[in-house]
């Protein structure tokens, strides 16, 4: 019998395409396993992730036994993957079709083009659509010659082709055919509503798609291009960076955490979340990591989308919301198996109602960068953004559910707290560098106050370390932000006694854990791979480049070939855990590189 281990590829043999609307994983064997279309929130078209047997999956592979090789076109995210068999040598271009302008208006299309590069190649393929989750066989009807709809539910898929297509049963088609060196051959999937297919739509034709092909390769280019960053890790930057893009939502601006669902963060165990939502706290590190290489329109972006998503106030405000500015995002979960039989499958997340004193801070502090960069804060936005420096100001002194949204009591967690300040002291910035009204006698002693009361509480005086939450001696890694946001300075004697204990306690073989301590929640997870880039950041800001080289170069290595990074890391097993690619590794990725550069420019 195959395990489920056998059966699901790791997660690291996975590339990631998209469109600024949608998103898909493709295996190294040719298979997209997860796919949602037309947004990468929406429930999924191929799901095969997360339930092998029922998911569904649309695979091109050669018949026989063979060999491949990936890699992205330089500076797009059009992959290509190249198979080598015995008889011969094709490649496959995968790719989510843009267009300049395309931001409303997008194709919705999915591109795969097969070419031949090298004597024959006999390929076969597969296309097993599920929608909803794999709740939803599709009712599969063929029109034009090479023109095939799946619909059922509120999705629908047409699907054209070079090749002869044959409908396998009801549901599902397949084909096989050969390529030869110079040959191409094209399939199309694009996402419809169902009522747009029922009159069969016209096949976009061969010339057509490879305008496509190139329009998209031109438009990432340009797009990349626009990166400024040298150095060494140069490279990796980049590909940090169009990952990021592929995680925004281009018409509201928003970013997602992550393109997946209920990847586990321990093998087998339930801490599986959904993560393709955008929480302000992550989208604005995202906003910070490319304005700092030279991407600022998606700042901007962000910005509006949040004060949208608020409704212009801080009673409204939540800490993260749909890529479309949904504020409803429940919780439920699927009866699926499970990536490697890890239940349950959730879709949802109910963390949308926590309490998460940090947004306060984020946003201000999104705010402040924005005005920075030679932005003026207009009335309305300034009325928005003095009733959150006020909220932070009242609701400092409650405990709530911090930034790893703990799903137990609230505590009094030190980050949270030093968010507050930072909401205050970015609220007083902007008031006397815009000249705007504020009551700055209020917020002052808010922020002196709040200052006082972490130093005395939030700080261990045997150790003379910055600790976890109120009157504990517990660490968490996400001290290591309190210099990013000037709480302390980097060089601070008590932030470089912080970082040390960090690195020592939270250590899981080169790599940081979040924190140590019981969370209610079963299982050992793995390192969290945004919390060593944060120790790198740190250790770099302190003069101790080699040290901060090495944890680097530790967390690098946990990419896949792609430049990929997951949310965590099994240590033990040497594999990736959680939702993946994690726009918070990637941005932290790109924020450790700056550090070092900085450093090593010094």
């Known amino acids: ?62 018949v026989d036994d063979y060999e491949t090789s990936r890699s992205y076109l330089e500076g797009t995210l059009v992959l290509e993957t190249v198979f080598r068999a015995a008889s011969g040598e094709a490649r496959v271009l995968d790719c989510f079709t843009m267009r300049e302008g395309g931001r409303d208006q997008p194709h919705h299309q999915l591109l795969r083009v097969v070419e031949g590069v090298r004597g ?18 599709p009712w599969l009807r063929q029109g034009a010659k090479g023109v095939f709809t799946s619909v059922g539910g509120n999705d629908g898929l047409v699907c054209t082709s070079d090749v002869d297509l044959e409908p396998i049963d009801s549901h599902d088609l397949g084909a096989c055919f050969t390529v030869r060196p110079g040959q191409r ?53 980049h590909a940090s960076a169009v990952v990021l893009k592929a995680l925004t939502n281009a018409p509201t601006g928003a970013i997602a955490a992550a393109v997946t669902t ?123 953004l003095s009733s959150l420096v006020d909220a932070a100001a009242e609701a400092w002194m409650h405990p709530d559910n911090g930034m790893w ?83 302390v300075d980097w060089s601070d004697e008590r932030m470089v006694r912080t970082t040390d204990a960090i690195r020592e306690r939270l250590d899981d073989n080169g790599l940081i854990r979040r924190y140590t301590d019981d969370d209610g929640l079963p299982g050992r997870e793995g390192a969290f791979l945004a919390c060593s880039f944060w120790l790198v950041e740190c250790l770099a800001h302190q003069g101790r480049v080699q040290e901060a080289r090495a944890a680097f170069d530790r967390a690098v290595s946990t990419s896949n070939d792609l430049g990929l990074f997951s949310e965590e890391f099994d240590t033990g097993a040497g594999e990736m855990l959680g939702n993946f690619p994690q726009g918070l590794t990637h941005l932290s990725h790109i924020a450790a590189a700056a550090a070092l550069r900085a450093a090593d420019q010094f």
């Open 262 to 384: 209920s990847l586990p963060e321990v093998p087998g165990g339930e801490r599986n979340w959904d993560y393709r939502y955008s929480w302000i706290r992550d989208s604005n590190f995202t906003v910070r990591a490319l304005a700092d290489i030279g991407c600022v329109a998606e700042a901007a972006a962000f910005r509006r989308f949040i004060e949208r998503s608020a409704a212009g106030n801080s009673e409204s405000l939540q800490i993260m919301y749909g890529i479309g500015g949904e504020r409803r995002l429940t919780e439920i979960e699927l009866d699926l198996d499970g990536y490697r039989g890890s239940r349950p499958v959730r879709v949802g997340n109910e963390a949308a109602g926590q309490t998460q004193l940090d947004v306060y801070g984020e946003i201000l502090d999104l705010a402040w960068r924005w005005h920075r960069r030679g932005h003026s804060v207009d009335d309305d936005y300034w009325r928005f």
């Open 185 to 237: 051959v094209r399939i199309s999937l694009q996402s419809l509503r169902p009522e747009q297919l029922d009159g069969f739509p016209q096949p976009v034709g061969p010339e057509e798609l490879d305008g496509r092909l190139d329009e998209t390769v031109a438009w990432w280019t340009t797009w990349t291009n626009q990166i400024s960053f040298d150095g060494p890790d140069a490279p990796g930057v």
């Open 1 to 62: 019998m195959i395990s489920e281990r056998t059966r699901y590829p790791a997660i690291g043999d996975y590339a990631v395409i998209g469109d600024c609307h949608s998103a898909a994983l493709v295996s190294r064997q040719g298979s997209i396993d997860w796919c949602c279309m037309p947004r990468l929130d929406a429930a999924s078209v191929f799901g095969r992730l997360l339930d092998w047997d029922h998911g569904g999956h649309y695979v091109i592979c050669p």
């Open 405 to 487: 949204e703990w799903r137990g009591e609230p505590r009094h967690f030190v980050q949270s707290k030093a968010m507050c300040w930072v909401a205050v002291d970015r609220g007083l910035r902007l008031a006397e560098e815009c000249l705007r009204s504020a009551p700055k006698r209020r917020w002052e002693s808010a922020r002196r106050e709040i200052r006082a009361h972490i130093e005395k509480h939030g700080y261990h005086r045997r150790e003379r370390i910055f600790v976890r939450a109120y009157d504990s001696d517990e660490l968490d890694a996400s001290l290591l932000l309190l210099p990013v946001f000037g709480f």
């Open 120 to 137: 024959t190649v006999d390929l076969e393929l597969g296309f097993a659509p599920r929608f909803d989750y794999g709740g939803v066989k």
